[in-house]
Nanobody, 115 residues
Framework: QVQLVESGGGLVQPGGSLTLSCVASGSIVRANIMGWYRQAPGKERELVGFIRSGGSTNYRDSVKGRFTISRDNVENTVYLQMNSLKPEDTAVYYC?????????WGGGTLVTVSS
């Protein structure tokens, strides 16, 4: 059973930076994609971005140029580096991995962007 655990959330000021980590019990090399999602208060969960097994990444327009997804295959960890954070980035962030055609989700970590 694949398990994903996020960490790194917290309070950060607007314009600040924060890096989230997602540790997978299964090898991320075997994951077709590893993605980051978020759910802001009162809103639907949305895709932030994802990284393919080959290493290429995609991001939603609102975070392009500010967020970067990377991975460490040895540590089975996927990262979400967030820069120039805005209040509208406040949300619970979730990591997701697809293995053998099935999606697995972490429990989420809260990011609050506020002065």
């Amino acid at each position: 059973q694949v398990q994903l655990v996020e960490s790194g959330g917290g309070l950060v000021q607007p314009g600040g930076s924060l890096t989230l980590s997602c540790v997978a019990s299964g090898s991320i090399v075997r994951a077709n994609i590893m993605g980051w999602y978020r759910q802001a208060p009162g809103k639907e969960r949305e895709l932030v971005g994802f990284i393919r097994s080959g290493g290429s990444t995609n991001y939603r327009d609102s975070v392009k140029g500010r967020f970067t997804i990377s991975r460490d295959n040895v540590e089975n960890t996927v990262y979400l580096q967030m820069n120039s954070l805005k209040p509208e980035d406040t949300a619970v962030y979730y990591c997701m991995g697809t293995y053998y055609g099935m999606s697995y989700w972490g429990g989420g970590t809260l990011v609050t962007v506020s002065s």
